[in-house]
């Protein structure tokens, strides 16, 4: 389990950018972590990994404060940022490199990776393309057999086969010994994956439930004319031709879960949602 408890951290003094922030994840997970520009996402998943350190407050991964930075901690956590950097290897040089400090890297998952995400293993990473790049660094940090991975909008640069090929590795991935949390603005690229849904806003983490809570007590609904929906309407968007909506959820069918909709609806009125699936 990685916990977060009571975590404060400004870039400078004009104000605080998480205020007592609570979070704890738990293996088995695939966590989706959704938030505006500049809500914190990036940072608070450098402070998870020991990029950046919190004025107050902790985080733990067991026994181990991430601050502390120790080498065994280290060597089971990965993260993937946003903007990387790959030197002028080919890919056995580097995974010969760099696989060494992880004790754990599963080399027949990464080459099956590789294959399953068509890289050229005779080219020099950094002659790849962006979107090959950012294959690649998925591969190597899936195979690094990591309890912990970070990863700080992973589809970026990934054509529509690679995300559907990146779906089926993380779900692959998963087992009661990982976790994997996944920072995004392209939720649609991670429906059907991401469980539970995290959304930080104003240095909070303010909404934080499984899938399974959500689809059983919310309902998403397209309409013409909202006053035809008989159920208690939570939230309502317009769309071309009529309204989105979020009711709660009575004798219907289950509906797909819109992620959008879902992030507009709690940061209209967090308490209201919330506290729904609260009850």
Do not use: W
Not at 33 to 54: E, H, P, V
Not at 224 to 237: A, D, K, P, R, V
């Amino acid at each position: 389990m990685l916990e977060i408890k009571n975590l404060s951290f400004s870039y400078d003094k004009h104000g605080k950018l998480f205020n007592n922030l609570d979070l704890g994840l738990q293996k088995g997970n695939i966590y989706g972590l959704l938030g505006k520009n500049g809500a914190g996402k990036t940072s608070l998943l450098k402070i998870m990994c020991g990029l950046l350190y919190a004025q107050e407050g902790a985080v733990k991964n067991g026994n181990f404060d991430v601050a502390n930075r120790q080498p065994q901690l280290l060597s089971d956590i990965y993260m993937i940022p946003e903007e990387f950097y790959l030197p002028d290897f080919k890919i056995d040089t580097y995974v010969d490199n760099f696989s060494k400090f992880y004790k754990k890297f599963d080399h027949k998952l990464f080459n099956d990776l590789i294959a399953e995400f068509e890289i050229d293993r005779n080219k020099k990473l950094n002659n790849l393309s962006y979107g090959q790049k950012k294959k690649f660094i998925i591969a190597f940090a899936i195979s690094s057999m990591c309890s912990i991975i970070l990863m700080d909008e992973p589809t970026n640069g990934l054509d529509i086969p690679s995300k559907s090929k990146f779906r089926k590795a993380i779900a692959s991935a998963i087992n009661d010994e990982r976790i994997f949390l996944i920072s995004t603005h392209q939720v649609r690229d991670l429906e059907n994956l991401i469980d539970p849904v995290l959304i930080i806003e104003n240095g909070k983490i303010i909404f934080n439930h499984n899938i399974n809570n959500i689809s059983n007590k919310l309902s998403f609904i397209k309409t013409e004319n909202e006053n035809q929906i008989s159920e208690n309407i939570l939230y309502s968007e317009p769309i071309f031709g009529g309204q989105y909506l979020v009711t709660e959820r009575n004798s219907q069918e289950e509906s797909p879960i819109d992620f959008e909709i879902l992030f507009n609806a709690v940061l209209s009125d967090k308490n209201q949602i919330t506290n729904f699936l609260k009850n």
